[in-house]
């Protein structure tokens, strides 16, 4: 079981990336995706989390309007779009699931089970 997160990088402010959450070893399809990120000295926080079963997505406050989250059971892979990215969104990146939906509590880590490796995004000028 392992989940692998990929597509960050250096990027100036107002560019974009998308990150993408490939998993091996289980299909996703019965899983919520979660993306979290983590800054340096700061708590790991919710970013984006898609459900399984309807795709109901949810954002955190500080990138609703800039990110996307999308899911490709196909491809056993999840993705982030971001969109206008800003300094403040710089850290370490982290995919990680949950059993079939998000929940009202998807923002804290601790209800997600397998996690990705991370990948570190800089926007920087």
């Known amino acids: 079981v392992q989940l692998q997160a990929s597509g960050g990088g250096l990027v100036q402010p107002g560019g974009s990336l998308r990150l993408s959450c490939e998993a091996s070893?289980?299909?996703?399809?019965?899983?919520?995706i979660g993306w979290f990120r983590q800054a340096p000295g700061k708590k790991r926080e919710g970013v984006s989390c898609i459900s399984s079963s309807d795709g109901s997505a949810y954002y955190a406050d500080s990138v609703k309007g800039r990110f996307t989250i999308s899911r490709d059971n196909a491809r056993n892979t999840g993705y982030l779009r971001m969109n206008s990215l800003k300094p403040e969104d710089t850290a370490v990146y982290y995919c990680?699931?949950?059993?079939?939906?998000?929940?009202?509590?998807?923002?804290?880590?601790?209800?997600?089970?397998?996690w990705g490796q991370g990948t570190l995004v800089t926007v920087s000028s």
């Open positions: 990680a699931t949950r059993y079939l939906i998000c929940g009202r509590n998807w923002s804290y880590p601790i209800y997600f089970g397998s």
């Open positions: 070893g289980f299909t996703l399809d019965y899983y919520a």
